[in-house]
């Protein structure tokens, strides 16, 4: 649980971004911002895939 619980946060937090209205207006304001969430994820998973929590 503890390996999905960092994306959890991050995903929850979009929502919360989107939720309350603070991205951006335009659509590609939203688009950046989105895309920046994924990416954020993507490097999230390859830190850990490559230093996993158990080994260190």
Do not use: K
């Not at 989107?18 to 490097?43: E, K, Q, R, S």
């Amino acid at each position: 649980m503890l390996y999905w619980l960092p994306r959890v946060c991050v995903l929850l937090l979009a929502v919360l971004l989107i939720g309350f209205g603070l991205l951006p207006y335009t659509a590609a304001g939203v688009a950046n911002t989105l895309l920046m969430i994924i990416l954020g994820l993507g490097l999230l998973s390859l830190t850990l895939h490559v230093f996993p929590p158990e080994h260190h």
